[in-house]
Protein backbone atom coordinates (compact mmCIF):
# COMPACT_ATOMS: atom_id res chain seq x y z
CA UNK A 1 0.00 0.00 0.00
CA UNK A 2 2.82 2.21 0.75
CA UNK A 3 5.43 0.26 -0.94
CA UNK A 4 8.58 1.99 -0.82
CA UNK A 5 7.39 5.13 -0.22
CA UNK A 6 9.59 7.80 2.46
CA UNK A 7 6.96 8.97 5.16
CA UNK A 8 8.35 11.70 7.76
CA UNK A 9 6.49 11.05 11.20
CA UNK A 10 6.34 13.66 14.19
CA UNK A 11 6.00 12.74 17.28
CA UNK A 12 7.30 9.58 16.69
CA UNK A 13 8.26 8.13 20.10
CA UNK A 14 4.75 7.46 21.61
CA UNK A 15 0.85 7.32 20.86
CA UNK A 16 -0.31 8.46 17.71
CA UNK A 17 2.90 8.84 16.06
CA UNK A 18 4.34 5.87 17.08
CA UNK A 19 1.29 3.62 16.45
CA UNK A 20 1.57 5.29 12.61
CA UNK A 21 5.17 4.63 12.21
CA UNK A 22 4.15 0.63 13.31
CA UNK A 23 1.01 0.51 10.62
CA UNK A 24 3.38 2.40 7.97
CA UNK A 25 6.30 0.21 8.34
CA UNK A 26 4.23 -3.33 8.14
CA UNK A 27 2.69 -1.44 4.58
CA UNK A 28 5.81 -1.24 3.46
CA UNK A 29 6.49 2.56 4.29
CA UNK A 30 10.24 3.67 4.44
CA UNK A 31 10.54 5.76 7.65
CA UNK A 32 11.88 8.90 9.05
CA UNK A 33 10.94 9.08 12.71
CA UNK A 34 10.80 12.37 14.86
CA UNK A 35 10.76 12.94 18.52
CA UNK A 36 12.29 15.21 21.26
CA UNK A 37 13.53 11.72 22.85
CA UNK A 38 15.96 9.88 21.02
CA UNK A 39 16.09 6.61 23.11
CA UNK A 40 12.51 6.07 22.71
CA UNK A 41 13.25 6.62 18.88
CA UNK A 42 16.12 4.45 18.96
CA UNK A 43 13.43 1.69 20.69
CA UNK A 44 10.79 2.27 17.92
CA UNK A 45 13.56 2.05 15.14
CA UNK A 46 15.01 -0.74 16.80
CA UNK A 47 11.50 -2.72 16.88
CA UNK A 48 10.92 -1.85 13.13
CA UNK A 49 14.04 -2.11 10.95
CA UNK A 50 13.22 -5.74 10.64
CA UNK A 51 10.41 -4.36 8.42
CA UNK A 52 11.73 -1.95 6.75
CA UNK A 53 14.27 1.70 6.23
CA UNK A 54 14.33 3.29 9.43
CA UNK A 55 15.67 6.78 9.61
CA UNK A 56 15.65 8.33 13.48
CA UNK A 57 16.34 12.29 14.29
CA UNK A 58 15.71 13.54 17.98
CA UNK A 59 15.26 17.46 17.76
CA UNK A 60 13.10 20.22 19.30
CA UNK A 61 10.54 21.13 16.76
CA UNK A 62 9.69 24.64 18.23
CA UNK A 63 12.86 25.53 16.88
CA UNK A 64 12.72 26.62 13.40
CA UNK A 65 16.29 25.62 12.97
CA UNK A 66 15.95 22.15 14.28
CA UNK A 67 13.46 21.83 11.62
CA UNK A 68 15.79 22.66 9.13
CA UNK A 69 18.86 20.70 10.22
CA UNK A 70 16.32 17.74 9.60
CA UNK A 71 15.17 18.26 6.23
CA UNK A 72 19.13 18.48 5.72
CA UNK A 73 19.26 15.17 6.92
CA UNK A 74 16.63 13.83 5.30
CA UNK A 75 17.73 15.20 1.85
CA UNK A 76 21.59 13.55 2.41
CA UNK A 77 20.08 10.05 3.88
CA UNK A 78 16.63 9.92 1.24
CA UNK A 79 16.67 12.98 -0.96
CA UNK A 80 13.03 12.20 -1.39
CA UNK A 81 9.53 12.78 0.44
CA UNK A 82 6.23 11.39 -0.25
CA UNK A 83 4.44 11.68 3.20
CA UNK A 84 4.26 14.07 6.28
CA UNK A 85 2.65 13.11 9.19
CA UNK A 86 2.70 15.94 12.03
CA UNK A 87 1.69 13.87 14.81
CA UNK A 88 3.92 16.12 17.47
CA UNK A 89 1.37 18.14 19.68
CA UNK A 90 1.30 19.34 23.35
CA UNK A 91 -2.00 19.87 25.05
CA UNK A 92 -2.95 22.41 27.37
CA UNK A 93 -5.74 22.96 29.78
CA UNK A 94 -6.31 25.97 31.32
CA UNK A 95 -9.43 28.70 31.99
CA UNK A 96 -8.67 31.84 29.80
CA UNK A 97 -7.77 34.22 33.20
CA UNK A 98 -5.50 31.83 34.22
CA UNK A 99 -3.27 30.86 30.83
CA UNK A 100 0.12 31.59 31.02
CA UNK A 101 1.51 33.65 28.31
CA UNK A 102 4.53 31.53 27.55
CA UNK A 103 3.04 28.32 27.82
CA UNK A 104 0.62 29.31 25.35
CA UNK A 105 3.85 30.72 22.73
CA UNK A 106 5.13 27.03 23.48
CA UNK A 107 1.75 25.57 22.63
CA UNK A 108 1.45 27.70 19.09
CA UNK A 109 5.13 26.83 18.26
CA UNK A 110 4.35 23.34 19.20
CA UNK A 111 0.51 22.75 17.40
CA UNK A 112 0.63 25.49 14.58
CA UNK A 113 4.38 26.81 13.55
CA UNK A 114 6.09 23.77 13.82
CA UNK A 115 3.31 22.59 11.10
CA UNK A 116 3.97 25.66 8.94
CA UNK A 117 7.67 25.35 8.97
CA UNK A 118 7.61 21.13 8.33
CA UNK A 119 5.04 21.90 5.16
CA UNK A 120 6.69 24.53 3.70
CA UNK A 121 10.00 22.06 3.74
CA UNK A 122 8.42 19.18 2.64
CA UNK A 123 6.71 20.61 -0.13
CA UNK A 124 9.44 21.69 -1.85
CA UNK A 125 10.80 18.42 -2.17
CA UNK A 126 6.94 16.89 -3.21
CA UNK A 127 6.67 19.63 -5.45
CA UNK A 128 9.78 18.54 -7.45
CA UNK A 129 7.98 15.11 -7.63
CA UNK A 130 5.03 15.82 -8.56
CA UNK A 131 3.49 13.92 -5.93
CA UNK A 132 3.09 13.97 -1.77
CA UNK A 133 0.27 13.63 1.42
CA UNK A 134 0.50 16.10 4.02
CA UNK A 135 -1.66 15.13 6.60
CA UNK A 136 -2.06 17.45 9.91
CA UNK A 137 -3.56 15.99 13.46
CA UNK A 138 -6.13 18.51 14.75
CA UNK A 139 -8.45 17.42 17.26
CA UNK A 140 -12.16 18.32 17.55
CA UNK A 141 -11.95 20.80 19.97
CA UNK A 142 -10.57 22.93 16.58
CA UNK A 143 -14.03 22.32 15.45
CA UNK A 144 -15.99 22.13 18.76
CA UNK A 145 -13.74 24.24 21.70
CA UNK A 146 -13.87 23.33 24.93
CA UNK A 147 -14.12 24.65 28.36
CA UNK A 148 -10.48 25.33 29.50
CA UNK A 149 -9.14 24.88 26.47
CA UNK A 150 -9.42 27.88 24.41
CA UNK A 151 -5.63 28.13 23.65
CA UNK A 152 -5.50 24.78 22.83
CA UNK A 153 -8.64 24.64 20.34
CA UNK A 154 -7.22 27.85 19.02
CA UNK A 155 -3.81 26.07 18.26
CA UNK A 156 -5.74 22.86 16.86
CA UNK A 157 -8.32 25.41 14.90
CA UNK A 158 -4.87 27.17 13.21
CA UNK A 159 -3.56 23.84 11.41
CA UNK A 160 -7.86 23.10 10.05
CA UNK A 161 -7.07 26.94 8.22
CA UNK A 162 -3.29 26.05 6.98
CA UNK A 163 -4.75 22.61 5.28
CA UNK A 164 -7.10 24.52 3.34
CA UNK A 165 -4.82 27.18 2.18
CA UNK A 166 -2.12 24.68 1.75
CA UNK A 167 -4.50 22.24 -0.18
CA UNK A 168 -5.08 24.82 -2.97
CA UNK A 169 -1.71 26.23 -2.95
CA UNK A 170 -0.18 23.24 -3.81
CA UNK A 171 -2.96 21.39 -5.64
CA UNK A 172 -2.82 19.16 -8.15
CA UNK A 173 0.31 17.74 -6.77
CA UNK A 174 0.21 17.47 -3.00
CA UNK A 175 -3.02 16.31 -1.08
CA UNK A 176 -3.14 18.17 2.31
CA UNK A 177 -5.66 16.72 5.22
CA UNK A 178 -6.83 16.98 8.99
CA UNK A 179 -7.76 14.14 11.29
CA UNK A 180 -9.36 15.27 14.10
CA UNK A 181 -8.90 13.29 16.60
CA UNK A 182 -11.76 13.09 19.70
CA UNK A 183 -9.92 11.64 23.50
CA UNK A 184 -7.11 9.35 22.54
CA UNK A 185 -6.11 6.33 25.10
CA UNK A 186 -2.70 7.79 25.08
CA UNK A 187 -0.55 9.32 28.01
CA UNK A 188 -1.95 12.85 27.50
CA UNK A 189 -4.93 12.08 29.06
CA UNK A 190 -2.95 11.24 32.08
CA UNK A 191 -3.98 14.38 34.18
CA UNK A 192 -7.46 13.89 33.38
CA UNK A 193 -9.56 12.48 36.64
CA UNK A 194 -11.56 9.40 36.81
CA UNK A 195 -14.73 11.55 36.69
CA UNK A 196 -13.34 13.72 33.57
CA UNK A 197 -13.45 10.35 31.63
CA UNK A 198 -16.54 8.50 32.83
CA UNK A 199 -18.15 11.72 32.01
CA UNK A 200 -16.35 11.90 28.17
CA UNK A 201 -16.84 8.22 27.27
CA UNK A 202 -20.89 8.45 28.46
CA UNK A 203 -21.23 11.49 26.18
CA UNK A 204 -19.33 9.23 23.42
CA UNK A 205 -22.05 7.14 21.34
CA UNK A 206 -19.12 4.27 21.00
CA UNK A 207 -19.10 4.61 24.31
CA UNK A 208 -14.74 4.83 24.43
CA UNK A 209 -11.93 6.12 24.32
CA UNK A 210 -10.28 5.87 20.62
CA UNK A 211 -6.93 3.60 20.55
CA UNK A 212 -3.74 5.03 18.68
CA UNK A 213 -3.68 2.13 16.55
CA UNK A 214 -7.76 3.41 14.86
CA UNK A 215 -6.21 7.52 14.76
CA UNK A 216 -3.53 5.83 12.60
CA UNK A 217 -5.66 3.72 10.12
CA UNK A 218 -7.17 7.15 8.98
CA UNK A 219 -3.98 8.56 8.62
CA UNK A 220 -3.07 5.19 6.68
CA UNK A 221 -6.04 5.62 4.08
CA UNK A 222 -4.82 9.38 3.71
CA UNK A 223 -1.57 8.67 2.79
CA UNK A 224 -2.18 5.97 0.77
CA UNK A 225 -4.09 5.90 -3.19
CA UNK A 226 -7.12 4.86 -1.71
CA UNK A 227 -7.81 8.74 -0.68
CA UNK A 228 -6.35 9.69 -4.16
CA UNK A 229 -9.32 12.06 -4.57
CA UNK A 230 -9.23 13.72 -0.81
CA UNK A 231 -7.94 16.57 -0.19
CA UNK A 232 -8.37 20.01 2.19
CA UNK A 233 -10.53 17.56 4.27
CA UNK A 234 -11.04 17.15 8.67
CA UNK A 235 -11.54 13.77 9.13
CA UNK A 236 -13.05 13.15 12.51
CA UNK A 237 -11.75 10.19 14.88
CA UNK A 238 -14.06 10.43 17.54
CA UNK A 239 -16.77 7.67 18.63
CA UNK A 240 -19.58 10.44 17.59
CA UNK A 241 -18.14 12.35 20.00
CA UNK A 242 -19.76 16.33 19.05
CA UNK A 243 -18.04 18.14 22.24
CA UNK A 244 -17.54 17.84 25.61
Given at each position: MLDKK???IT??????????????????????????????????????????QVHIYACDLQKSTEIKKLFGFIRTHTKEL????????????AMQMMSREQIIKELFD??????????????KMMLRQKSGSIVFISSI????????????????????GLMHSLAKEYAPHIRINCVAPGVVQTDMIASLSKEEKERIIAATPLARFAMPEEVAQTLLFLSSDMSSFITSQTIRVDGGLCSF
Open positions: YALGASRGIGAATARIFAKKGANLILVARNKEALQKIQDELSLLTDILIHAAGMMYSTNFISAYELSRYASMALEGAKAHSAYSASKSALK
